[in-house]
């Protein structure tokens, strides 16, 4: 199968130099054994390392690293490049891209979806997958028992830039933050996680923590020059869990709730919807994240 880089013509930003997942303190240790554990049980590649064998790995995280396990095969996607990369791939392929053009309501006659009306007139579809993040629940036409139950969950992220004594070639995973380097020299510093509604304001508090959070990791970020700060936000569903299938509307599906993982489920998340528009089929791996799972016990087989 021909893969987004093959269909678009411009390399992603794809960095498989791998993951350190690092603890500062014994709270730490036994988070980070458990999920070696787990890994173990689930024979995926993972190695416990004591704080020593962590800085030989990366020298720049803290010396108050007590433990850490490498995990070689989690990688990072630079996102931005990914979607610039899936909208050229899209076009090429025959798609038909209307940037700008917000949804208002999907049409549907008789029970079943047959477009969807933006402000510059309607649009034909079969078929229509609402995967509008935090906003889900904003569109028109659909039920209100069948909307999603999707909030903004904000999130405020700091890009720091390298310089030439400072250089991070793995992924840092800390206590309540984590450090990811870019192949253009940024260091993306995230995450916070606030119940503000669909406010995006940039806040001192915020801020301040992630900047300390990153500092006990990784100290020497220090001097780095602060070249961004901007605040998203992810879409939570009811249970943090993505919401992914049929939405009880003949011929209308849901790609949304994923919450911190937009991005790490985009791949799985289009085949299923694929194989659901296309071939009438799901996976049982997307099972308990179907739409159902939040009606009434004797409405789930309803309508759906």
Partial sequence: EMCIRDSAGVEIGLDTQGTLNIGLDRDDAERLRRLCEFREHLGLPVKWL????????????????????????????????????LKTALRKCGGKLHENRPVEAVLNEEGRVN????????????????????????????????????????????????????????????????LVPKADGRIILGASEEDMGFDTTITAGAVYRLLERGWWAVPSIYDLEIQEIVAGLRPGSRDHDPIVGKAGMEGLYYATGHYRHGILLTPATAFEISDLILEGRSSEVFAPFGPTRFLPAGERAVGW
């Avoid at 690293?65 to 630079?78: C, E, F, K, L, M």
């Avoid at 933006?118 to 649009?123: A, L, R, V």
């Avoid at 036409?141 to 909307?147: A, F, R, S, V």
């Avoid at 969950?153 to 400072?166: E, H, Y």
């Fill in 50 to 85: 004591s704080g020593t064998e962590a800085r030989e790995i990366e020298p720049l995280v803290s010396p108050r690293t007590s433990s850490a396990i490498w995990i070689p095969d989690d990688h990072q996607v630079d996102n931005r490049g990914l979607v610039e990369a």
């Fill in 115 to 178: 477009g969807v009306k933006t402000e510059e007139g309607e649009i034909d579809a079969a078929c229509v997958v609402i995967a509008a993040g935090c906003w889900s629940r904003q569109i028109g036409g659909i039920p209100k028992e069948l909307l999603p139950p999707v909030r903004p969950v904000k999130g405020q992220i700091i890009t720091l830039r390298q310089d030439k004594l400072f250089s991070l070639p793995h992924v840092i995973r800390a206590p309540d933050a984590y």
